[in-house]
């Protein structure tokens, strides 16, 4: 199987140590452990609390003077709204670039708000000590387990994702969450097509023993806060609705931190040049 192919999944081994592997999806085999330590994995850690638990916080603070920043942008520049779709050429570079300037600079404030108010949220939620909407996962009751008899015996992954999708006939699996312990349920969670919604915000809940769906989650039925705190993850980090339409949002997400400051770089010295 083509490594690019595989799933990466945290593992456990019998010593006790924890890792991460590649896995075949099909066979459900390791197709070869991977090092828990790894550079996207290391960005990742740093953009999140710049590998400390302080710095969690220092991060989530800076979302204020980026959102007062950006704000300030759209108070200061007048008639900013024009520059979303003016681009003027044929007007010789300067004249161009300066235009180009005003333009990735008024949809970077956008963005710039969006990612402030998302990491001021972070921040609240890190602050509060219960989670502002508790949903507690669904498990199997003393009775119904005592039914199954000393020995349950767990069904394959194929029957828990033909089932959950015979429960929830919109769901598009991403994921299985296997129980813990005796009690737990099995987790099938994915997408329905919806643009701001996490995977996790729709699920079928299973007896691992039976199949029997015991609680159905769908993201239209929950309310407007609860709606929030799912979409918040797709607004910061950019992925909607997944596959050509995640991968061109990321894209046009990176675009004020990167490509911005690229064409700054190529605009003073083409201005330069002139």
Same mark, same amino acid.
């Given at each position: 199987? #083509?490594?690019? %192919?595989? !799933? ?18 099909? *066979? /459900? ?6 090092? #828990? ?7 990742? *850690?740093?953009?999140?609390?710049? @590998? ?6 220092? $991060?989530?603070?800076?979302? %204020?003077? %980026?959102?007062?920043?950006? $704000?300030?942008?759209? #108070?200061?520049?007048?008639?900013? &709204?024009?520059?979303?779709?003016? #681009?003027?050429?044929? *007007? ?8 180009? @300037? ?7 404030? %956008? +963005?710039?708000?969006? $990612?402030?108010?998302?990491?001021? &949220?972070?921040?609240?939620? /890190?602050?509060?000590? =219960?989670? $502002?909407? +508790? ?17 349950? *015996?767990?069904?394959?992954? =194929? ?23 005796? =009690? =737990? ?9 919806? !643009? ?8 079928? +809940? ?12 769908? @993201? ?7 709606? !929030? ?23 046009? &997400? ?19 040049? @002139?």
């Amino acid at each position: 199987m #083509l490594d690019s %192919l595989a !799933w990466e999944s945290p593992v456990s081994y019998s010593d006790g140590r924890f890792g991460r592997a590649r896995v075949d999806p099909y *066979q /459900a085999t390791i197709v070869r452990p991977r090092q #828990l330590l790894s550079l996207a994995r290391f960005i990742r *850690q740093l953009h999140y609390n710049a @590998h400390s638990d302080l710095g969690f916080y220092l $991060i989530g603070f800076l979302a %204020l003077p %980026l959102l007062l920043s950006a $704000i300030s942008g759209l #108070l200061f520049y007048k008639n900013w &709204w024009r520059s979303f779709f003016r #681009l003027r050429t044929g *007007q010789g570079w300067r004249v161009f670039w300066s235009s180009a @300037h005003s333009f990735i600079g008024v949809w970077s404030l %956008l +963005f710039a708000i969006i $990612i402030a108010v998302t990491g001021m &949220w972070y921040l609240t939620e /890190a602050f509060l000590s =219960e989670p $502002i909407i +508790f949903t507690e996962r669904p498990t199997l009751s003393a009775e119904r387990l005592a039914a199954y008899g000393p020995t349950p *015996q767990k069904l394959s992954l =194929e029957q828990y994702i033909s089932t959950a999708r015979m429960a929830f006939s919109e769901l598009e699996p991403t994921g299985i969450g296997l129980p813990y312990s005796s =009690e =737990e349920t099995v987790v099938v969670s994915g997408r329905t097509g919806a !643009w701001l919604t996490r995977d996790r915000a729709n699920a079928v +809940f299973l007896a691992p023993y039976s199949g029997d769906v015991i609680a159905v989650w769908k @993201h239209h039925d929950s309310g407007l806060l609860t709606w !929030w705190i799912n979409s918040v993850d797709s607004l910061h980090f950019g992925y909607w609705g997944g596959g050509s339409r995640e991968i061109g949002v990321v894209r046009i &997400w990176s675009l004020p931190s990167g490509v911005d400051t690229q064409w700054r770089v190529f605009v003073l010295s083409t201005l330069r040049a @002139h």
